[in-house]
């Protein structure tokens, strides 16, 4: 069954470093997506990216952060400098349809640790 | 801002229970998908529902979505160790694709 590949699977960073999440999301899907968990909460919304561009983004991803698919398999989230409350899970997740109807699929995550 | 909210948080029962688990919100998506997610991996599709009412079944799993899509249901009937994990929902709603996750239920199934 194809599958969302992230790497690394666990980062430790520095306060003010930055980092940047890799994620090849399933070849033929379309959409994709950065969530985000910290412990014991919910699974948040990031990004949502579609032809190359934002579709929709949330409060959560002010200008410290930024997505890009620099090659047409890879996608990235980069942190530019991390902050202690950034340590999270951080999913990617690809979809084939943008409207919901269909189910997307999540990588494994990256578990992200700024100390 | 759209919530949903699962009922109940944690559920310990033994094997062979019937349990339901329910997802609420005052919000209409346009779908309500449920995952299901074990520690230190990331969210799995159990399934999506589309239209109100609809009824969707998966083995032991019944999934329902309310009439007015305000509100889901997951229905284990004769629950197993193995169904033991974190149940979550998610609406998506209008044109917009983002999913908006519930609270969770942690299943918990022992012998």
């Known amino acids: 069954e194809p599958e969302v590949t992230q790497t690394p699977s666990h980062q430790v960073t520095q306060m003010g470093q ?3 999440l890799r994620c090849v999301p399933i070849s033929n899907h379309l959409y994709f997506y950065w969530y985000r968990q910290i412990l014991g909460q919910k699974v948040e919304f990031l990004v949502s990216f579609y032809n190359n561009e934002i579709s929709e983004k949330s409060e959560i991803f002010d200008d410290q952060f930024s997505v890009e698919r620099p090659d047409g398999s890879n996608f990235t989230l980069k942190i530019r400098s991390t902050k202690l409350e950034d340590s999270a899970m951080y999913f990617c997740a690809s979809s084939g349809s943008g409207f ?3 189910g997307y699929t999540f990588g494994s995550g990256t578990r992200l640790t700024v100390v | 801002t759209q919530l949903l909210e699962q009922s109940p948080q944690f559920l310990s029962i033994q094997e062979g229970e019937n349990l339901t688990v329910y997802c609420n919100s005052s919000s209409v998506f346009s779908s ?3 995952y299901r997610q074990e520690p230190g991996e990331g969210p799995v599709l159990l399934v999506t529902v589309v239209t109100g009412g609809e009824v969707k079944k998966l ?3 019944t999934f329902q979505f309310g009439d007015a899509r305000k509100d889901s249901s997951l229905h284990i009937t004769a629950a197993q160790t193995g169904d033991t994990g974190l149940y979550l929902c998610a609406g998506a709603g209008g044109t917009a694709s983002k999913l908006t996750f519930g609270t969770g239920t942690r ?4 012998l």
């Open chain 1, 18 to 20: 930055e980092v940047i």
């Open chain 1, 100 to 102: 919901g109807n269909y």
């Open chain 2, 32 to 34: 309500l998908q449920w």
């Open chain 2, 59 to 61: 083995k032991r799993l």
């Open chain 2, 107 to 110: 299943l918990q199934v022992t």
